[in-house]
């Protein structure tokens, strides 16, 4: 199995090497990642400029290309070019250092990355982990490779994309005691950070700095935004079709 693992934390996170190294066991690990940290840049692709392609050394070893781009256009040129005489057969995005859930998931470039491979017909996943200083991403990935196994095993699911979300009391459990509570649950539409620290520069004029400020309303419990937060594990099957299929069926009687 070829397995190519991308992220949008960039090529030198610590997420994208645990992600790498558990994959191992699985086939053959080609990592394609962004030079730079591309953090909520969502399904963003350039094309009015070119694009580079840098070979990372470990060891002195190849380990990584590292592309100045974003997260969909690694996917993508990976699939695409770098490895097209060898096709990819799964594509995994992390481990994000910070949860992806509710309507971050719209924003997300690891989630992004996991639909461009989608799009290719590949089966993609996105992994994140809850934001903590002491993050373990080698609980969180071998969590995650566990829940992937699952995955990869039905074979009607081939193609798919799925999005896994790990906090971090449930990477402690794990290595604790080796549990895992995962629960299967639908994307949330909570909406975090709708608010601005107004600020002013030297000269008096005004700037904005993002807060990642919670939903004013308590999330559904059964949704992924409350499930990782009491503490889970969390997998929500995803598609790209974003058609309202129920409105298009009522709209198509219109008349013009």
Request: include cysteine; proline fraction near 6%; hydrophobic fraction near 40%.
């Amino acid at each position: 199995m070829r397995i190519l693992v991308s992220n949008d934390d960039g090529v030198y996170a610590p997420g994208l090497a645990a992600l790498s190294r558990q994959m191992q066991s699985r086939g053959t690990v080609e990592v394609v990642a962004p030079a730079t940290e591309q953090s909520g840049v969502g399904h963003a692709i350039t094309y009015r400029t070119p694009l580079t392609c840098k070979s990372i050394h470990q060891d002195g070893k190849h380990w990584a290309w590292a592309v100045d781009g974003s997260p969909a256009d690694c996917v993508k040129l990976a699939i695409s070019e770098l490895f097209a005489d060898d096709p990819v057969d799964l594509v995994v995005s992390g481990i994000n250092h910070g949860l992806n859930v509710g309507i971050n998931v719209l924003y997300s470039g690891t989630v992004a990355a996991a639909i461009e491979g989608a799009f290719f017909g590949v089966t993609s996943v996105a992994v994140s982990l809850e934001y903590d200083e002491d993050a373990d991403f080698d609980a969180a990935a071998e969590m995650a490779s566990r829940v992937i196994n699952r995955i990869a095993a039905e074979p009607s699911y081939r193609g798919g994309l799925f999005n896994i979300n790990v906090s971090t009391s449930a990477t402690r459990r794990f290595v604790r005691d080796g549990l895992m509570d995962v629960q299967i649950v639908p994307m949330g539409l909570a909406q975090y950070g709708r608010s601005y620290d107004c600020r002013k520069d030297p000269d008096g004029n005004p700037y904005y700095w993002a807060l990642w400020t919670p939903p004013a309303d308590p999330p559904p419990q059964s949704t992924d935004v409350a499930r990782v937060l009491r503490g889970g594990v969390t997998v929500t099957p995803l598609h790209f079709d974003l058609t309202h299929r129920q409105r298009l069926e009522t709209m198509s009687a219109w008349q013009f």
